[in-house]
C-alpha cells in the first residue's frame, strides 16, 4: 500500500511496525525539520504475502518520492514509486525533474509503477466541471513517465469512463490519484476500485491486483505419482474420521 500525506514521522513509523511487527512493517520518508507536518508519503507491507527479506527504499524526493525495491515471485522483482506532489502547480516541473535527476542518479532500474496523489489531472475527462490544467505542468509529468515508460493503467483500461477521487467542499471533482504502469505489467493488473475509506477523508482509495484470475495447480504437479498418493491417502483418512465422528467434545475439529 502507498499512502500519502501521512503526516507520519519515524518514530510513530517504527511504533507501528513495531506494534503489527507479525503482519507489516511501514517504510516512511518524513521531513527531517517538520517531521509531521505537511506531505510525507510511505509504503505499507504485508509481510504475508510480500518477502521483505531484500527490500530496497530509495527516497527520491525527501517526504514527496520515494522508490521500493522488493522480489514478488521466484526471479521477479517489482520496482514502485510513491508521489505526492506539492499542491501549487507552478513547483510541478521542478518537481519531476528533480524526481528523474535523482532516480538516474542512484542508478536505479525503470519502475513498474508510479502512483499516488499528483494534484492534477491529464485530461479533461478527469475533472467535474471540466477544466484543464497548464499545459507546461502536465507536459513536466508526461516527459517524466514517458521517461520512465509507464503509462496512465486504468485510463488505458477504461478510456470512455469517468471516475474521480478527490471532491472539494465545492463539490468539485477529480481524479487526483492514479497508477501508472509499465506496458508489459499492464495485463496483468485486474479488479480495479475506488473505494471510500474507512477513515475520515476527502480522497478515495485507488486499489487494484496484480496477477490474472485464481491461483491454479501447477500443470506440471498433475503427473507427481506421490504427491497424488499422497493427497489420497490424506483424502481417505478425512473421510474415515468424519464417518466416526461422535459428539463434539472440543478436542478434535474435522
Not at 535527476?101 to 496523489?117: T, V, Y
Not at 505542468?137 to 493503467?153: G, M, N, P
Not at 497424488?228 to 481417505?236: A, D, K, P, S
Request: net charge negative; hydrophobic share 35%; aromatic share 8%.
Amino acid at each position: 500500500m502507498a499512502l500519502q500525506e501521512t503526516h507520519l514521522s519515524n518514530n510513530l513509523a517504527t511504533q507501528v511496525s513495531a506494534l503489527h511487527h507479525r503482519r507489516i512493517i511501514v517504510l516512511n520518508s518524513p521531513c527531517i525539520n517538520n517531521p509531521t507536518g505537511l506531505a510525507r508519503v510511505a509504503f505499507v507491507i504485508n509481510k504475508e504475502v510480500v518477502n521483505t527479506k531484500d527490500i530496497s527504499l530509495h527516497t527520491l524526493i525527501l517526504g514527496r518520492a520515494i522508490y521500493l525495491f522488493f522480489k514478488w515471485q521466484r526471479d521477479i522483482n517489482l520496482k514502485v514509486i510513491n508521489v505526492y506532489t506539492p499542491n501549487d502547480p507552478h513547483q510541478h516541473p521542478l518537481f519531476w525533474s528533480s524526481l528523474e535527476c535523482q532516480w538516474r542518479a542512484l542508478h536505479l532500474p525503470k519502475p513498474d509503477f508510479m502512483m499516488g496523489d499528483f494534484n492534477l489531472i491529464e485530461d479533461t475527462i478527469d475533472r467535474a466541471p471540466a477544466r484543464t490544467d497548464n499545459e507546461n505542468v502536465i507536459q513536466a509529468l508526461r516527459t517524466c513517465h514517458h521517461t520512465f515508460d509507464l503509462q496512465d493503467s486504468w485510463c488505458q483500461t477504461f478510456p470512455t469512463e469517468c471516475t474521480f477521487t478527490f471532491t472539494t467542499a465545492g463539490h468539485m471533482m477529480s481524479r487526483l490519484d492514479r497508477i501508472y504502469a509499465s506496458k508489459n505489467i499492464e495485463d496483468s493488473i485486474t479488479n480495479w476500485s475506488h473505494n471510500t475509506p474507512s477513515i475520515p477523508s476527502d480522497h478515495k482509495m485507488l486499489m487494484c491486483l496484480i496477477g490474472k484470475d485464481r491461483w491454479s495447480w501447477p500443470l506440471g504437479l498433475l503427473h507427481d505419482n506421490d504427491l497424488n498418493r499422497h493427497i489420497l491417502n490424506l483424502g481417505c483418512k478425512l473421510q474415515h474420521n468424519m464417518n466416526n465422528l461422535t459428539e463434539n467434545d472440543h478436542s478434535t475439529n474435522c
